[in-house]
């Protein structure tokens, strides 16, 4: 893929983002077809290799956005193509996964077959994505578009989240205000209205960038990001954000090593550390009260604020109905079916309560098959795979299989591990 074709998949989303950013500057008013119609017309003009890193951007813009009409085009346009050419992984993966999904809408009369035929367009182009054969250069497309698509629901929610204020800044950095948070505001948000969600986002493009730079595919563009991405990851007073950032600081420090020297590598180790403790510094400057806000809100009694309790209230449903253990709820009105008010969170718990135990190993076993499809080529480093380590342990905070959004940064997250370096330079055990 030369370099021209991968700026037409920015250029062509710069008529996505630049209405939406100056509706939420108060300048133009867009009606919601506008937008919708644009981000599915746009899989028509992209090259077959920018259509999978094209749709990955909707993981952050899926609550202000029909993702699943978009991902039916982009399934439709990579089909085609692609001559209608697929592995059989990438069609019998699919079609058991709607049969097993169909099953419980035949069995759960609250469920929603429209709701259900959205869910089917997802996660088909989902599994076909994760077993369609990149190159690197695919692949650092696919990263580079989660980063800008997070950089711009960052700036559209902290400009929308402003004008909801009345300009008064003063509210955000008083701790009073999670950024994302639309509950506390007058009006909703378009792209958010959850800031763990939010954060959970920001931590990936940052560690998104960490790997670009360490592969050597660093661009100008993605030190703004790294920024914004931090400055919007503190700002939404996630507990997870935090947690994952030091974990993100203790893996790229030891994942980084030069095949030249010990004395390179520590050199390099040193100047990553020099460079963290410089970025703290600046937005401690700018926010002196961070993490006594984050402290507020720790409730010592429960640190989980209910996730626990809520997760053992599902499973003591579901030991007392075998079927339902084996085979689960469906991914439709979880809570309702049981009588339980919420929605199960952590990534295991949600997947065990909707396809039951067999649903889970079905679900491991295939993002196994996944990394190894991108991991049998070449000889990958740890670094590869910080990124994936990291969301596997933020995803344990939320939901994500029941979010049709959320779920396409599985795409991305697996993609990277096949990510290579232009130049040996820096390398990993």
Known sequence: ?????????????TLLFVPLLLEALGLIDVPDIVPLSIAIAIPVFLKKEEIVPYIVGFSMMGTG????????????????????????????????????????????PTDDIVEGI???????????????????DEIELI??????????VIIHVFIETLNLLNGRIEIMFAGDLRLGHQTELIDELTFSSD????????????????????????????AVAICVCMFGGMMTLSKTFLISA???????????????????????????????????????SI??????????RVDESDPTTGRVNLAFEYFSVLSDNIIALGFGLGLQNVGEKVGLSGSPHAAIVELLITWGIIGLLFVVVVLIMAILHHVKKKERTFMNFVPLIIYSVIVQSTQLFRLRDKVLAIIVLISVVGLSKKENRLTSD
Request: charged share 15%; glycine share 2%.
């Open 1 to 13: 893929m030369k370099t021209k074709n991968k700026t037409l998949l920015f250029k062509l989303q």
């Open 65 to 108: 956005i029909q993702v699943a009409y978009i991902s039916l085009s982009c399934l439709v346009c990579l089909l085609v193509k692609n001559k209608w050419k697929f592995t059989p992984k990438q069609i019998l993966i699919p079609l058991i996964v709607i049969a097993y999904e169909l099953i419980h809408m035949l069995f759960s």
């Open 118 to 136: 959205r869910f089917f367009c997802v996660y088909t182009l989902l599994f076909y994505a994760l077993f369609k054969d990149k190159e690197s």
């Open 143 to 152: 990263a580079r578009n989660q980063i800008n698509s997070t950089v711009f």
């Open 195 to 222: 800031p763990n969600l939010l954060g959970q986002s920001c931590i990936i493009a940052i560690a998104l960038v960490v790997l670009l730079i360490y592969k050597k595919r660093f661009h100008w563009n993605q």
């Open 246 to 284: 030091v974990l993100l600081l203790v893996l790229s420090v030891l994942g980084i090593k030069s095949n030249k020297s010990g004395e390179k590598t520590l050199w390099y180790k040193l100047l990553f550390l020099i460079l963290v403790g410089v970025a703290i510094t600046v937005f401690l």
């Open 287 to 296: 926010y002196p009260e961070y993490f006594d806000n984050i402290l507020n």
